[in-house]
């Protein structure tokens, strides 16, 4: 069981950065694939990016490659999202996903125009 814990989000205007924080417990975190999703009002969760267990591997939906950034730190057990250059499209709740079988609350992201 791996509980997932997000923190960072918060009102930006457009153009500005946030740092999404996701927490994990449990010592399988350095084994798995993490994710990171989001899910604006009246839409479906979408995934925005993911990063392998070593790092090596990398993935970011179109709309956001060059503006955010995942990053990991196994030791801390910890996933990041780099968000820069924030659009209000970007508006969303934002959640951490492991291996595609555990999930954090989420944490709100809004952009203001």
């Known amino acids: 069981q791996v509980q997932l814990v997000e923190s960072g989000g918060g009102l930006v205007q457009a153009g500005g950065s946030l740092r999404l924080s996701c927490a994990a417990s449990g010592r399988t975190f350095g084994m798995y694939t993490m994710n990171w999703f989001r899910q604006a009002p009246g839409k479906e969760r979408e995934f925005v990016a993911a990063?392998?267990?070593?790092?090596?591997?990398?993935y970011y939906r179109d709309s956001v490659k060059g503006r955010f950034t995942i990053s990991r730190d196994n030791v801390k057990n910890t996933v990041y999202l780099q968000m820069n250059s924030l659009k209000p499209e970007d508006t969303a709740v934002y959640y951490c996903n492991a291996e595609n079988l555990y999930w954090g609350q989420g944490t709100q992201v809004t952009v203001s125009s």
């Open positions: 990063i392998s267990w070593s790092g090596a591997n990398i």
